[in-house]
């Protein structure tokens, strides 16, 4: 992890040195108009999330006429990535690319340590509980930490079901990985 601000304080803002990199590349690239195209391709298991947001979407190079859109899965076998693959190529066709390709980086591997903050935040007011601590899962809706696992799958495989014991109500928790 980097830490970006020297603040004292308990709330220090972290960033994890793929997301540091990943940021810069995106910065720094001379395709800023494809990156930001792409904030329009979503997770289709959790649509409040872009790929940027996620993670998934890590560099977009070019190389004599052909751009390459290049993307870490979640994690192997998640059926999100065949949609979000046909989505990048809609996206792209839409607005008049057609020399493109989508490349796939497997290494090093993607985790939920690479959610931003501001993907965490937008995560709880969707109503999921952003990755955790086993110990810190809280309820989205009252903040408690008196939580039980009702099933090790939610409403996909990504996301475990859980109660809150305070406000009763169920709720997804998307698991750390
Ligand atoms: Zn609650």
């Known amino acids: 992890m980097v830490n970006l601000m020297s603040t004292p304080s308990s709330k220090i803002s972290l960033l994890s040195v793929e997301n540091y990199d990943r940021l810069k590349r995106r910065q ?3 395709h ?3 990156w930001n195209l792409l904030d329009a391709v979503k997770d289709p298991e959790i649509p409040p999330l872009s790929i940027w947001d996620l993670g998934v979407l890590q560099d977009i190079t070019q190389q004599q006429a052909v751009i390459t859109v290049t993307i870490t899965p979640t994690y ?3 059926p ?3 949609v979000i693959a046909e989505d990048i190529t809609t996206v792209l066709q839409r607005a008049g690319y057609s020399n493109f390709r989508i490349a796939t980086r497997l290494s090093p591997a ?3 340590d690479w959610l931003s903050e501001s993907a965490r935040n937008r995560l709880r007011q969707y109503g999921v509980t952003p990755p955790q601590e086993e110990d ?3 309820c989205p809706q009252c903040s408690s930490t008196e939580v039980r696992l009702i099933s090790e799958f939610g409403s996909t495989a990504c ?3 859980y ?3 305070t406000c009763q109500e169920p709720f997804d928790y998307f698991k750390r990985i």
């Open 28 to 30: 720094e690239s001379n």
């Open 32 to 34: 800023k108009a494809v």
């Open 76 to 78: 192997s076998g998640c």
């Open 80 to 82: 999100a990535m065949q």
């Open 110 to 112: 993607w985790t939920t």
């Open 136 to 138: 810190a899962i809280f």
């Open 159 to 161: 996301k475990a079901l």
């Open 163 to 165: 109660q809150c014991k």
